[in-house]
C-alpha cells in the first residue's frame, strides 16, 4: 500500500488543500502561484501562519472566557422568580433541582470541553517533544479537540431555545444575557484555533530535528 | 517582474494520496474501493472508503432536506398552562427571539442551525443530481469549496441535545410536550454527517472526465 514510506517533501509533492490531488512542484509554490490541475485551487504547502493565528485565537478566547463566566447568560422571570443566571449558576441549579444528568451534561458542554481545548491547543502549539510516540499522541490529540469542540454550543442553543419557546407565554419571561455573547465568541475562537493549526508542522519538527 | 504573472499548473499524480496529518505517500491503486485504511506512521484514518454510491447519497440527500423541512415546520414543543396551549416551530421561535433583544443570539442559532444545514443540503441536492447523471454540475468547484468550508459549522447534533435540554429546563415551570419537530431533528441529525462527512474523491474524479 506504501510507496516505500517516504513522505511527500522527500519527493517534492504537495497535496491539494481542496481536492487533495497530488502534484509536483512542492518547492515551487512557496514562491511562485501554482494552480491545483485538477481543480485550480493555488497550491500552498502549509496553512498559513498556521501556530501564529492558532495561538492569537486561544488567546482571545481565553481572555473572553473570563467576562463569560462572570456575566450572567440569562436573564428568566418565571412564576414571579427573577433570575439572572450564569453559566456556572445555571449548572448548580440543574444539579439542586435533582437532573444531575443535565447538570453533567452543561457542565461537560460549557466547561470541560473549552477547558480540555484551551489545554490540548496550548500543548500542541507549545510542546516541541518530537518523539515518534509523542507525534503519534498529538495528531490523536488534535482529531480529538477538532472533534469535540462544537459541542460547547449546546449552552448558546439552550439559551436561544429557552428564550425563544418563552416568547409565546404570557407568564414567563426569558432574555439572553451578554454573556452568553462572550461565552459563544469563545466557542468560534477555539475552533477557529483549531482549524487554523496545521497537525502537519508537528511531524515537521520530526524531520528537522532528525 | 511581478511573480504573480508567472503562473503555472503543476504536474498531477492522481494515482497517489497523502496522509493529510504526516504527509506519508499512499498509492491509491493498491487501496481496494470501498475499505477503510489507516496510515502506518501517525495512525490516522486516510481514506473514509466511499460507503454510499453516488444514488444512494443523493437519496439520502433528498431524505435529509424533507425531514430539514419537518424540522423546521412541524412544532418542536408544545406548552401547555391552564389550559392554553401554544406550540412553537423552530422558525416560529428564531424569529420570535429576533424581535426582542436577543437579535445577536437569534442570527447565530439561526445560522448554525438553519443556515448552514439548509445551505448545504441545497449544494449537496444540486451537485449530486448532476453527478447521479454521470455529469459534474455548473460551479462545481465553488460549490465544493463551499462545502468544504462550511463542513465544520453545521451543528444539527449539538441543537438536538439544546432543544431536549431546554425542554427539561422549561417543564420545571411550564408543563411541556415533545412536538413531533424533535423527531425529525433526532433523525436529521445522524443523517447531516452522512452526507456532509462523505468521501469526495468519486465527485472530483467525475468532475476531472474520463480522460
Partial sequence: ?210 | MHSALIMSVARAHPHLMLCEHCEEIYDRTLMVPGASYYCSRCGSRLAKGSILSVQAWLAWTITSACLFVFANTFPVAIISLDGLNSKATVLQSISALAQGPGTPMAIAAGIVIIGIPGFQIALLLWMLSFAALGKPCPYFVVIMRCLHLSRPWGMTEVFLLGVLVAIVKLSSYLHVVIGAGVVSIALLAPLMVVITKHDTEELWRLYEGPA
Avoid at chain 1, 497535496?15 to 511562485?32: I, Y
Avoid at chain 1, 498556521?50 to 481565553?62: D, F, K, N
Fill in chain 1, 1 to 210: 500500500m506504501t510507496s516505500g514510506g517516504k513522505r511527500a517533501n522527500e519527493l517534492d509533492l504537495v497535496a491539494c488543500s481542496l481536492c487533495g490531488m497530488v502534484c509536483d512542484g512542492r518547492s515551487e509554490c512557496e514562491t511562485h502561484r501554482l494552480d491545483c490541475p485538477r481543480c485550480g485551487s493555488a497550491l500552498s504547502v502549509r496553512k498559513r501562519h498556521s501556530h501564529a493565528r492558532s495561538a492569537a485565537y486561544l488567546i482571545a478566547a481565553l481572555v473572553l472566557y473570563i467576562p463569560a463566566n462572570v456575566y450572567p447568560v440569562m436573564y428568566t422571570k418565571m412564576l414571579g422568580n427573577e433570575a439572572d443566571s450564569t453559566i456556572i449558576g445555571g449548572i448548580v441549579e440543574f444539579w439542586e433541582s435533582g437532573s444531575w444528568d443535565i447538570a453533567l451534561l452543561i457542565f461537560l458542554a460549557s466547561v470541560a470541553v473549552p477547558c480540555t481545548k484551551f489545554i490540548a491547543l496550548g500543548y500542541l502549539l507549545w510542546n516541541r517533544n518530537a518523539s515518534e510516540h509523542a507525534l503519534v499522541s498529538k495528531t490523536r490529540l488534535l482529531k480529538f479537540v477538532e472533534g469535540i469542540g462544537y459541542w460547547s454550543m449546546l449552552d448558546v442553543l439552550v439559551v436561544a431555545i429557552v428564550a425563544a419557546l418563552i416568547q409565546f407565554q404570557a407568564l414567563g419571561e426569558a432574555e439572553p444575557r451578554l454573556g452568553i455573547v462572550f461565552f459563544g465568541s469563545v466557542v468560534v475562537l477555539t475552533m477557529l484555533s483549531a482549524l487554523s493549526f496545521d497537525g502537519r508542522l508537528t511531524w515537521d519538527r520530526k524531520v528537522d530535528h532528525g
